[in-house]
Every structure is written in structure tokens, then in C-alpha cells.
């Protein structure tokens, strides 16, 4: 027995021009809304996943661990961890996760780790009983930075990890305490070793997208962000992805989409990827 539920954490504004890479914005434009400072709404969505008495949570977004600046710069709307709030309205206390699974450390995916802000207070790690899951690239990544994504990282969440005892660095694709209802993929186009984290459902597969494809709009394959590290890499990774997902009548579930959680994967006569059924929030059992 399975469930898995979407569960929403802090929201974003960041700049669509950088989200969208080299597209013109006469063309994104269309796709989603842009507000007067040429932002666009993300999510920082979450996967729970709860299986023999388990709690398994897959990332925690942003969070609420910036202080003001930086929290006014990456665009944070909300002033209270939203993530624990939410899980809280399903019965859960952070305490009682028993495993995240993180697809990379960059902040907006793995912030949501850290206690909310407080003046000259050190902002604490929590989820204080659950393994923390890393790919062991995008761990070293993390603690040996490039200058260009530097400021992607948070370095004391990193030693905060470390320190746990609770971390465990993944480099194959099955996890003997997770099970063979997890499997992993390596994606190296956003920022190498991300960890991509495919559930077998009884209707197919269903991937944790993660930055190889934010979003509905990025299901279209010359689509990229600005923040990729190697855009063409990332092109060929997610068409392989794709076709893998069409074939297996597979699903994709967003953590940045603002409207849609997950949908099915599909394919015209010209080779273009769309979604189809749609999800707002998701919340099934099998």
C-alpha cells in the first residue's frame, strides 16, 4: 500500500527571462504570467510519499530560512515555513518524517531543510529523525562549488548535514531501505549528479521532474532555464527522459509549476511533447 500527496511550500517570483533561457519573451509571455518586474510565479512543490508505516518526503523547497534581502531578491511571498504548515494539515510534524529525498542542494529545493529566519539566531536543521538522501555528485558539487552557481548552495546547510549522521549519498539506482518502488536517474544538464526519483505506480511510472523539467512549459524539449549548467546536455537528457516516459505511459510531477502538479506524458506526429490528464493536486493510493 501507497499514497502520495502533493504537498505545497513556499512560493517564488523570480525573473522569466532567466527562467526561459534564450526564449524572446513575446514567446514565454504566452505561456505564463509575468508581473510588472518580469517575474513569474513558481511553486516549491513537495512529494510525500507514505508506504509501510513510512513518511517519505521528496525535497522541501525554498523555505523561510533567508533573511529580508535575500528573501525579497529570490522573490519568497510567504512569511511562515509553508511546507511544515502544510504538512501539518495532514497530520504530519516534520519529526515524524522518516526520509527526504533531495535532487540536488541549490536553495530553492532544499531551503525548506532549515528553520524559519530569526535575527541573530542560527537557523536550525530539522526533520530531526529522517535520512537525509543526496546523489553523491550533487553532494560534492555542493561543498566544491563553480563560481558560476556559488550562490546556489548554502553552505551551512551543507555542514549542518554532514554533522547529522543522517546523511546518505546515493551514486546507483535502488536504495535497499527505500525499496525497488524507488528508483533513481542521474540528470547532469541543470548541475551534475541531480537525482531524479521515478515511483512505479500501478499506471506507469511517475518522476520527480525536479529542474530537468520545472514545469509544463518546459516539457517542450529545446526549452531551458537560464540556470542550466550545460543546456544542451540537459536537451538530450530530457528527450531521452520523455520517450522513456511515453513508452511506459509514464507520468511528470512538477515542483516548480505554479498550476499543475503532474501529468501524463504524450507525443504528436511531429515529435512534440505535451501533457495530458492534467493534475492540480495530487492525492492518490494504490
Not at 179 to 202: A, N, V, Y
Not at 238 to 263: N, P, R, W
Amino acid at each position: 500500500m501507497m499514497k502520495i500527496t502533493s504537498v505545497m511550500g513556499n512560493s517564488q517570483k523570480l525573473d522569466g527571462g532567466a527562467m526561459f533561457g534564450n526564449v524572446p519573451k513575446n514567446m514565454w509571455a504566452k505561456w505564463v504570467s509575468v508581473d510588472e518586474q518580469n517575474r513569474i510565479d513558481l511553486a516549491c512543490r513537495a512529494l510525500l510519499i507514505e508506504q509501510d508505516n513510512r513518511k517519505i518526503l521528496l525535497e522541501t523547497g525554498i523555505g523561510n530560512f533567508f533573511e529580508p534581502k535575500l528573501k525579497s531578491r529570490f522573490g519568497v511571498q510567504e512569511s511562515e515555513h509553508v511546507l511544515l504548515q502544510n504538512l501539518q494539515k495532514l497530520g504530519i510534524n516534520h519529526k515524524d518524517i522518516d526520509a527526504i529525498i533531495l535532487s540536488h542542494l541549490h536553495f530553492d529545493h532544499a531551503g525548506g531543510l532549515l528553520s524559519s529566519w530569526k535575527q541573530n539566531q542560527p537557523n536550525e536543521l530539522l526533520f530531526p529523525n529522517a535520512r537525509y538522501y543526496v546523489g553523491n555528485i550533487a553532494w560534492e558539487r555542493a561543498i566544491n562549488p563553480h563560481p558560476r552557481d556559488r550562490a546556489s548552495f548554502i553552505p551551512q546547510l551543507n555542514t549542518l548535514l554532514e554533522n547529522s549522521g543522517r546523511l546518505y549519498l546515493i551514486d546507483k539506482e535502488f536504495d535497499a531501505w527505500l525499496g525497488d518502488s524507488f528508483k533513481f536517474h542521474m540528470s547532469h544538464g541543470h548541475t551534475k549528479g541531480m537525482l531524479l526519483t521515478q515511483l512505479q505506480l500501478p499506471s506507469g511510472p511517475l518522476l520527480f521532474a525536479a529542474d530537468l523539467i520545472p514545469g509544463q512549459a518546459w516539457v517542450h524539449v529545446p526549452i531551458t532555464m537560464g540556470y542550466d549548467r550545460y543546456p544542451e546536455l540537459l536537451i538530450d537528457e530530457k528527450s531521452d527522459m520523455l520517450q522513456s516516459l511515453v513508452q511506459q505511459h509514464g507520468k511528470l510531477f512538477f515542483t516548480h509549476d505554479a498550476e499543475i502538479a503532474c501529468g501524463s506524458v504524450a507525443v504528436d506526429n511531429k515529435n512534440r511533447y505535451y501533457l495530458v490528464d492534467v493534475i492540480k493536486e495530487l492525492c492518490i493510493s494504490f
